[in-house]
Every structure is written in structure tokens, then in C-alpha cells.
């Protein structure tokens, strides 16, 4: 525990010194009225829309009943830093227990963050309450993993896509909610008719798409999608994607995409951050992270992902990890990944590695040149025979 | 019991659903495509009810106590009060003398059995619907609120539910009542709700604990909907199921326990009339003329029936894994 | 329908399951599922062989029938609702389905052995692995509780689970999700069966975990020549590790072939829908090809071909006439040993 503990006064310096990530402008509002305006404010296309910055959630590991006392902690997100840009998709890849949803949640204030800030369009919504963070909900949604579990089954397909409306009734005037629902079905492609069934009665990816209609009705900025084709069939799958794009145009919207389907996230993402037990192992551009990985266990990672073509896979290297994930309560001292990493050494163990530019890269303008949490960071392309 | 907490079919990930039965519903998942009209989860649990034939079976006998329970006069003419001595329980009952005042015979006081039966009722079901409603109404809240708040009101509230589950049921609404003297309806309720709540309470925490943790309420909160919106419009309606199933069997409970605490002497008493005080009062002539006994009992047996039965229905069509 | 013969491994094939009966048959089954709504026709008429030591992987979305298909192999389906109107599975040239009960018990665990989706589950929390383990040889082998034990740790240390000695008395929970699996599988292992029923083994596994167990399956497989029957939705795994591929929709099976060829010429339109419709991992696409509309509801199965409303080449006789899998050929007229197609376009689908 102790030895974990001086890990983390290490790792602080680390997480200020992200180079690049850009420059956060923060908006200091007075008043609720200029955070909402702050908040209404457009964005134009690639500027950065959501900061994030040293994000930290510690889970309390707690024991007794009634006189709880605390033994530990999960530490689910461990200071990761990103940014988002305007109308861009950023895919976030990484197995279970790394933390990506917990990101998300964070992301949509549903878990408070243990420090570390998220500023979107300048204001950091960790902090905010009333009107203005309702503004912020209002325009950052989210569409989630299973849509068997995320429709409340008691309720028609009309009423969960129209309950956005209920709850920010500024959005749509009364009368016009049930004509705005229907236009949000046949948005995503489903029969308006279909507005009194209940969810049921829907097929898996019909559901998905009910669950994307209601994350579209109070017309977002950012949705934040969990897994959100994962319990889905391969052929709806497609479908699912090839939507999600379209809407992504015509309403111009920014997405975070977090799955552990690497071939799904290099599709639809401008950008994509690789995370290991709490931390941004490594980030870049989806050619930089898929065909220059410089970080091992992006390396291995998508040495592993199984290719739907023999041939090809006959030439590929392949890198299989000992051993499982560490537990995040009790993560490994240095670099989180050196106890399945074939590269580690004595320093490794001591030193936490930084997210940045590796050294020799910098300063290039090989693809290669991009963020990666490795000490000894170096090039392989694992994903072409 | 348990089953029901599943509030919903089981989906390919269930972990609790077993692998046969999340292959299962995988198979019967497309079935489901938008298949005709709407239908609601309440909707298709009617319709489980109406096919089941217990469920008819319950439903007939329940109307017709409750009936008689409002309206004991239309069922007789007799007044069970009326004691005739010329009548002393020595007169068999008439079973070809339908709806007679002596179809039933007389019990030892000349009173028509019949009339006893009929009138009765209303005591037994106005404690077992009025515990049924308080234990819902105090257990459900107090379950709900530990349930969805958790921390330290679920840790106080647990407790206390421990220290009440700790009390015996039956022994503690004794020393209750034996504290008023007057002994009415309300008295037995109050004294039977007091130590009834907690199971309600405890089956309303746990499928509540399990409702909020739904993506759907997620979903809501990130939609930035309130305490009161979630709770009763997300949380609520997908927790009731199993809370409806236990109060409904525990209705049953309370009528036999009122009996009990009656027949002990410790419950309704005269001028109340109560199936529990007239098989007290038949207690010693049990030997000699049996049908004294038998027929408030029957009458006794018969609607706990009813209510368990109705009680085991409706867990049926509840039960989402049978679908 | 036809055999593949796989050359490769030719050589150790050879004693008890090769006299020509393949080792498990399943001749012209169908399983229903009479529900309220109306009869799911769950499985409409599946033939598939498997022999020692090939691997066989049954391919298809949920609802294709590919879990049904096995869980009537295994006898593990929930009759009712479930119902086996016709069909055979023959094990070893013998029907399950006639058998005595009690033989066919006999079958079941000793010869063939079934690896499920979800090991958490599938494993009984409140006994340690070893006693479940254990439990295999003191039932069927009757073996004392020592000994029993001693075989647990043999079979912990054969699929690799480290530390085995001291884990033994383990329970479930405490391991990750990769290292149940590895026990699900040293459970099936146990009786060294000859046939082994894998179920979406992967699946709920994490990619660097998933190559992991595949490996291992593979292996064993090969080290104890079994039978293998792979059930998954992913085209992915499949690749890896089968011989042949029978590809599943509504209750039928529509294409089958060596791995090898499926991939690149599929015969049937809906594996290639299927092979379009995912994303690739060294290049980014286009936009993706979607197969159009929604799987079959079973209970409405729509005439024809199944596939039709669903296909870029559907017409008339495809909603009126059901297509035999039938064998393919090359263009001109060469026999293309295993392949077979369910469409009756097939030679344009291969060839077009």
C-alpha cells in the first residue's frame, strides 16, 4: 500500500506535463446566466469541445456495517488526460477493468470525480450544479452498451424517447413532443407507428436504435457511447455504425466511442486512446495508434484481435500476454503493464512512464511520433502480414 | 419468491439467468420483433392471469367474500346475534335448507351458524386487507427509501427491520393487544401491522437495490431527472412485482393470524363476531357436535386458500422466466 | 452431406473414431419452441458431421439455431417449451434421441463434454474448483477423495492454471474471468471425452485472454485427437482455429466449407453480407456494408428462403421454393470437396 502511495506523488508532475493536449481556456462565470450562455456558446469544428485533465476516481474499498471505515481503494481512472474535438469521434479501446466506463460516467456526472477536472467549452461541469449543469446535461448524452437493460420495460417506446422532453421541458413545447418523437423514430429508422409499443417488443439492434433516438432528443453536442454494439449481431452491427455515422453529419455531433472492439473503433474514430488499468497507455490518430503502435500492450492488443481472414493472419505476428490484468485496488509499482510486459526492466518498476511523444520520435514527423506511456517505446506494426 | 426480483427476461449477458436459460432467450429474442399490437409487461402478465384457471378459481371466491364482507344482509336474514335457547347447538345443521337460518345448524348459544359465518366475514377481511395496506404502505416506503438511498439510512432502517424480524410474530401482537382493553378491528390491524412491515420492507429494499441499478436509471439520471421522477416512474414500477406477490400471500397470513390471537382470546372480541371467536366458543363441544367447529373454520380455511392461491397466481404470471 | 478431408493433420488421424462413421451426426434435426405467440421454429433441418480430431465451428447470429442445435446434442434442452419433432444424433452411428435415458447419461460428460459462454455461472459458487473438479473422477471413476483431488491439480496444471497446488481449494470467484474458463475446460477435459461442445467459449472474454483459451483449446484438442464442435457468432475466433465452417440462419444451415474458402469465395450471399459487414483492422473502410432489415422472427420464418427480404439477390423462387444445401463446383464443373450452398444462386454468388 505504502509503495503505491509514492507511485502516485510520482505520477503527478507526469500528468502536468502532458504536452499535448491543448491549452485549456477556462470561462470564470459570475452568475448561472453566463455559465448556461457559456455553455450554449457554439463551438466551431475542431476546435476542442471537452477537456479533460488529470481526471482521478478512487472507488473507497470499505469494511463494517454500520461504522464504515475505509481499506483501500479501486482506482478505476488514475489521471488521464484528453481532449475532444469539435465533430470528431474518440474512440477509447481497452479491456475490462481498465476504467473506460467509469470514464464515461464521469463524463456524464454520474459518478463524482475523485480530482481532476473535465471542462466543456471551458467550464469545468465537475463543479457545476443547478441550471448550468442541467445546460450541460442537456447537451452531452449518452447511448448505452445493453439495450436490453438501459429501456425501462415498463414504459412505451414514445414515453423513454419523449422523457427528455419531460425533464427539460424547454426544449419542446407540450403539444409538439409527440410529433418531435415521432420524427426522432424515423431518424434512426424505425416506423413512427411504432410509438406505443413498449421495448419488448423490439429486436436487440431496434432497441439500440430507440436508445440512440432518445440520446438524440434535446439535440446534443457530445454523446459519449459505452459499448454501444457490443450485445449486438454482427449484422446489425453494420447497421448500428453506418447510423450512427450518418447522424454524427447531419446533426454534426461529437462522439466518444468506448468499446473493446478494435476493429470497430478504428472504423468509425478520428482518434483513438488506448488505456490499461486506469491510465492512457497510449493516444493518437487511428493510423498512428493501428499501424504504428509504439506502446506494448497496444501492440499486443491488436496482435490479438482475431482477423476474419486466414490468410492474413497466417503472416501476422502474434504477441500472447501471460497472466491476466492486475487488480485495480492493488496496481503493479512504475508502469501498470509491466507484469505481462515483455520489455520491462528495473525501471519500469520504479519509474512511472509519462504519456507523451517518446523521445526518439520527437520532434519527427514519422507516425510514430505520437503520445505513448512507454519507457521503451519503439515502433512494430502488428496488424499487417 | 426470489424469482420474481428478476424483473426482466433475462438478457444474453445474465449472469444470473444461467447459460441455458440466457441461450434460451437468445433463441426466442427475435420472436419478439414487432409483432402486432402494443404490449405492455402489466398487460402480458394479465394475460398469464386469465389463462390460468387458479387464478378463476381465487377471483370467484374472493368476489363473493368480499360481497359478502360489504353486504352480509343480502347472503341471510338471520341475526347472528339472536340466541335462541329452544335452538341449543343440539340442532344438526340442515344442509338441504339453502340460505335457511339453520342450514348451517345452531351453535350453543341458539345462534344461527349460518348467520355467524356470513357476518363473520367482514372482520376476517378487513383485517387482512387493512394489515395488508398498512404493512404495504409503512414496509414498502421504508424499504423503498433504504433501498434507494442506501448508506446510512439503509444501514439505520436495516436495523431496525433486524430488530422487529427478531420479535415473534404471533407472541408479540399477543403483548400488544394485551395492552388495550377494548379489542375492535383497528386494534387487531395496528397490532398485527406493527410487527408485519419488515417483510414487505425487506422484499421491497432488495427489489428496489436490484431496479436501481437498471442502465434505464442510469439513463435517466444522465437525462438529469430528478429524485422523484426516477424513483417513482424508473425504480418503482419495475420493483412493485414481488412486493404485490408477497403482500397478496401474506394477506392470508394475517386473516389465520387474527383468527389465532381471536380463538386465544387476545383478538376480536364480542360483540365483534369473528370466525377465530366462534371456533374458540365451539371448542368444547367440538366432541359431540363437530359441525360448530367446522364451518367457521371451513369458511376460515377457504379464504386463506383464496388469497394464497390468488397469491401464487399472480407469482406466476409475474415471473418473467416462464415467458 | 459431405466430409473434409484435411490433409494436414492427416497423420494422426487414425484408430477408434475413423472406420468411416463420423464421430457425432446430426441427420435432419429440428427443435421447436411452443410459445404463447405460436410455435419458434428454432431448428429447421440441420445436418453436420464432426469426426476425431477436427474441428467443426457452427456460425450464426443469435437465433440461428447454432445453441439450440447444441444443447439437443447435449440433452439439455428445456422440454418443454422445447420439442424435437424429428431428426437424429447419431453418436458413433447410434441415436441419442431413442436411447435409454440412462445410457444416454452415460454419453453425456464421459464422451461428450460441453464448454459454456459464461463459466461463472456454469461453476458452483459455494464449492471450491477442486471439489468440482474432483467430483468428475469420485462420480465416474469413483476414486477416493485423495485421489480425486490429485487428478484436480493434474488437470488445473494441464490447462495452464498457475500455481495450481496452492489454488486448488480456490473458489470460483476468486479467479478471473480467463482462468474459469481454463477451468470449464479442465472440467470438460476430465473424463478425456471424445467430443467436445464449446459454446461461444470466448466470448465474454477479453481479446488478450480470448487467444489465450483458444490456444489452449486447440492444443488439448489436438494432444487427446477429440472431436470439436465450436459454436460462435464471431468470424473472427472461427478463423483461427476450425477446419470446416457450417454457417447458420434461421434454424438452417446455409453455406458450408474448409475454413480457408469460405473466407475467400463465399457461396452464400448472407456469409458474404456477413464477411462485408465487419470492419477491418489494418485499413480503415468506407462506410460499412450492412446487411438490410432484421433477423427472422421464428415464429414467422419467412417463405422461401429465409434469407430473402434480407438479400441483394433475392428473387421470385427465393420466396417461393426452399434451397437444398447443395454441393458447389468450380465454374467448370470441378468438385469442391466439403463446400456446400443453400441458395439458389450460388453459382453467381461464387463466381459473379
Known amino acids: ?80 488526460s484528453f481532449d475532444l474535438y469539435q465533430g470528431e469521434t474518440l474512440g477509447i479501446v481497452g479491456e475490462s ?122 439535440n446534443p453536442e457530445i454523446i459519449i457511447c459505452d459499448e454501444p454494439v457490443s450485445a449486438l449481431d454482427v449484422s446489425v452491427q453494420a447497421q448500428v455504425i453506418n447510423l450512427m455515422e450518418g447522424l454524427q453529419d447531419e ?110 520520435f520527437a520532434g519527427t514527423d514519422s507516425p510514430a511520433a505520437h503520445e505513448s506511456a512507454c519507457h521503451f517505446a519503439e515502433e512494430k506494426d502488428v496488424v499487417h502480414a | 419468491m426470489p424469482d420474481v426480483t ?97 342450514w348451517f345448524g345452531y351453535d350453543g348459544q341458539g345462534r344461527s351458524i349460518y348467520a355467524r359465518v356470513i357476518y363473520g366475514t367482514r372482520a376476517s377481511i378487513m383485517v387482512g386487507v387493512g394489515v395488508t395496506v398498512v404493512v404495504t404502505l409503512v414496509g414498502g416506503l421504508l424499504g423503498m427509501v433504504a433501498g434507494y438511498f442506501g448508506g446510512w439510512i439503509d444501514s439505520i432502517v436495516s436495523r431496525i427491520v433486524d430488530i422487529f424480524f427478531g420479535l415473534p410474530f404471533l407472541l408479540g401482537s399477543m403483548v400488544v393487544l394485551n395492552a388495550f382493553t377494548e379489542r375492535k378491528v383497528y386494534v387487531v390491524i395496528a397490532a398485527l401491522a406493527f410487527l408485519g412491515w419488515t417483510t414487505i420492507a425487506r422484499v421491497m429494499r432488495s427489489s428496489v437495490i436490484t431496479a436501481k441499478q437498471a442502465d434505464y436509471v442510469t439513463a435517466a439520471r444522465a437525462l438529469g431527472a430528478g429524485t422523484g421522477r426516477i424513483l417513482f416512474r424508473h425504480v418503482l414500477p419495475n420493483a412493485l412485482a414481488p412486493t404485490i406477490v408477497v403482500a397478496t400471500i401474506a394477506l392470508g397470513a394475517y386473516i389465520s393470524a387474527e383468527a389465532t390471537l381471536s380463538f386465544l382470546g387476545l383478538g376480536l372480541a364480542d360483540p365483534t363476531i369473528s370466525w377465530g371467536i366462534d371456533i374458540s366458543d365451539a371448542k368444547d363441544a367440538i366432541r359431540d357436535n363437530p359441525h360448530v367447529m367446522l364451518f367457521p373454520a371451513g369458511m376460515l380455511s377457504l379464504t386463506v386458500f383464496a388469497f394464497i392461491t390468488l397469491g401464487d397466481a399472480v407469482r406466476d404470471a409475474l415471473d418473467p422466466k416462464l415467458r | 452431406m459431405t466430409t473434409i478431408e484435411k490433409t494436414a493433420d492427416g497423420a494422426v488421424r487414425e484408430g477408434a473414431g475413423d472406420d468411416g462413421t463420423p464421430l457425432l451426426e446430426v441427420r435432419d434435426l429440428h427443435v421447436e419452441f411452443h410459445t404463447r405467440d405460436g410455435v419458434a421454429k428454432a431448428v429447421n433441418g440441420v445436418n453436420y458431421s464432426v469426426r476425431a480430431g477436427e474441428t467443426l465451428a457452427v456460425l450464426g447470429e443469435s437465433g440461428s439455431g447454432k445453441s439450440v442445435t447444441a444443447q439437443a446434442i447435449m440433452g439439455i434442452l428445456d422440454m418443454p417449451p422445447g420439442k424435437i419433432p424429428q431428426g437424429q444424433i447419431l453418436f458413433r452411428g447410434e441415436d441419442m434421441l431413442t436411447m435409454a435415458a440412462e445410457e444416454r447419461r452415460k454419453i453425456r460428460g464421459r464422451k461428450i463434454a460441453m464448454i459454456f459462454q459464461d463459466a461463472l455461472s456454469a461453476l458452483n459458487p459455494v464449492l471450491s474448483v477442486g471439489y468440482q473438479l474432483g467430483e468428475m473422477f469420485r462420480v465416474h471413476q469413483g476414486l477416493s477423495k485423495k485421489e480425486a483431488k490429485a487428478k484436480a491439480i493434474e488437470l488445473m496444471d494441464r490447462v495452464r492454471i498457475p500455481a495450481a497446488r496452492e489454488r486448488v481449494s480456490d473458489y470460483p470467484h476468486q479467479f478471473s474471468g480467463g482462468m474459469r474458463q481454463r477451468i470449464m475446460i479442465a472440467m470438460a477435459m476430465a473424463l478425456e471425452p471424445d467430443l467436445i461442445i464449446a459454446d461461444e467459449p470466448t466470448t465474454a472474454l477479453d481479446v488478450t485472454v480470448q487467444a489465450q483459451v483458444m490456444d489452449l483449446l486447440a492444443e488439448l484438442q489436438r494432444e487427446y485427437h477429440m472431436g470439436l464442435i465450436l459454436i460462435t457468432h464471431d468470424l473472427g475466433v472461427v478463423a483461427d482455429v476450425a477446419d470446416k465452417i457450417a454457417v447458420m440462419y434461421a434454424g438452417r444451415i446455409v453455406e458450408t466449407a474448409p475454413v480457408h474458402e469460405l473466407y475467400k469465395r463465399p457461396a452464400h450471399p448472407y456469409t458474404r453480407g456477413l464477411l462485408d459487414s465487419i470492419p477491418r483492422l489494418d485499413r480503415k473502410g468506407q462506410e460499412l456494408y450492412a446487411i438490410k432489415g432484421l433477423p427472422p422472427n421464428l415464429l414467422k420464418i419467412p417463405s422461401g428462403c429465409a434469407f430473402n427480404p434480407r438479400c441483394p439477390k433475392a428473387e421470385d423462387i427465393c420466396r417461393t421454393d426452399v434451397p437444398a444445401l447443395v454441393p458447389v463446383t468450380e465454374q467448370d464443373g470441378t468438385e469442391l470437396p466439403g463446400r456446400g450452398s443453400a441458395c439458389h444462386f450460388w453459382k453467381e454468388t461464387l463466381h459473379g
Open chain 2, 6 to 102: 428478476k424483473t426482466k427476461a433475462g438478457t444474453d449477458t445474465g449472469v444470473d439467468a444461467g447459460p441455458l436459460q440466457a441461450a434460451a432467450d437468445a433463441v426466442l429474442a427475435p420472436g419478439a420483433v414487432s409483432q402486432g399490437k402494443p404490449r405492455s409487461l402489466w398487460g402480458d402478465a394479465w394475460y398469464e392471469l386469465r389463462h390460468r384457471p387458479l387464478f378463476w378459481v381465487s377471483a370467484v371466491l374472493l368476489v363473493l367474500l368480499l360481497a359478502i364482507a360489504a353486504f352480509p344482509g343480502l347472503f341471510t336474514g338471520a341475526n347472528p346475534r339472536d340466541g335462541d335457547l329452544t335452538n341449543h347447538f343440539l340442532t344438526k345443521p340442515e344442509l338441504t335448507h339453502f340460505f335457511q337460518a339453520d
Open chain 1, 1 to 80: 500500500m505504502a509503495d503505491t502511495e509514492k507511485n502516485e506523488k510520482a505520477m503527478e508532475p507526469a500528468a502536468d506535463a502532458t504536452p499535448n493536449v491543448t491549452e485549456v481556456e477556462t470561462v470564470d462565470a459570475a452568475t448561472e446566466d453566463e455559465a448556461v450562455a457559456a455553455i450554449e456558446a457554439k463551438v466551431d469544428r475542431g476546435e476542442p469541445i471537452l477537456q479533460v485533465r488529470n481526471l482521478v476516481k478512487h472507488f473507497p474499498l470499505t469494511q463494517g456495517i454500520l461504522f464504515k471505515r475505509q481499506i483501500g481503494a479501486v482506482k478505476a481512472v488514475d489521471g488521464i
Open chain 1, 97 to 218: 477493468g481498465c476504467g473506460k466506463s467509469t470514464v464515461a460516467k464521469l463524463l456524464m456526472t454520474l459518478e463524482t470525480a475523485t480530482a481532476g477536472e473535465v471542462f466543456y467549452k471551458g467550464q469545468d461541469i465537475t463543479r457545476l450544479s443547478g441550471r448550468a449543469l442541467r445546460a450541460v446535461r442537456r447537451n452531452i448524452q449518452m447511448v448505452f452498451q445493453d439495450p436490453y437493460t438501459s429501456l425501462n420495460p415498463r414504459m412505451t417506446v414514445g414515453d423513454i424517447i419523449g422523457e427528455p422532453f419531460e425533464i427539460h421541458p424547454e426544449v419542446a413545447p407540450k403539444g409538439d413532443r409527440r410529433r418531435k418523437v415521432q420524427e426522432l423514430l424515423d431518424v434512426v429508422g424505425l416506423n413512427p407507428e411504432y410509438i406505443n409499443r413498449y421495448p419488448h417488443q423490439f429486436s436487440g439492434g431496434q432497441r439500440q436504435r430507440i436508445g440512440i433516438a432518445r440520446g438524440l432528443a434535446l
Open chain 1, 251 to 360: 446533426f454534426n455531433l461529437s462522439y466518444i466511442f468506448i468499446a473493446h472492439d478494435l476493429s470497430i473503433v478504428r472504423h468509425i474514430s478520428d482518434r483513438v486512446g488506448v488505456m490499461y488499468l486506469g491510465k492512457m497507455a497510449e493516444i493518437g490518430s487511428d493510423t498512428e495508434i493501428y499501424d504504428h503502435p509504439t506502446h506494448p500492450y497496444t501492440q499486443a492488443l491488436l496482435s490479438a484481435v482475431p482477423v476474419p481472414d486466414p490468410e492474413s493472419r497466417e503472416g501476422r505476428e502474434r504477441i500472447i500476454l501471460t497472466g491476466d490484468v492486475p487488480s485495480p485496488a492493488n496496481p503493479p509499482s512504475g508502469c501498470r503493464f509491466r507484469t505481462r510486459c515483455w520489455k520491462a526492466q528495473d525501471k519500469c518498476a520504479k519509474e512511472v512512464p509519462l504519456l507523451a511523444i517518446p523521445e526518439r
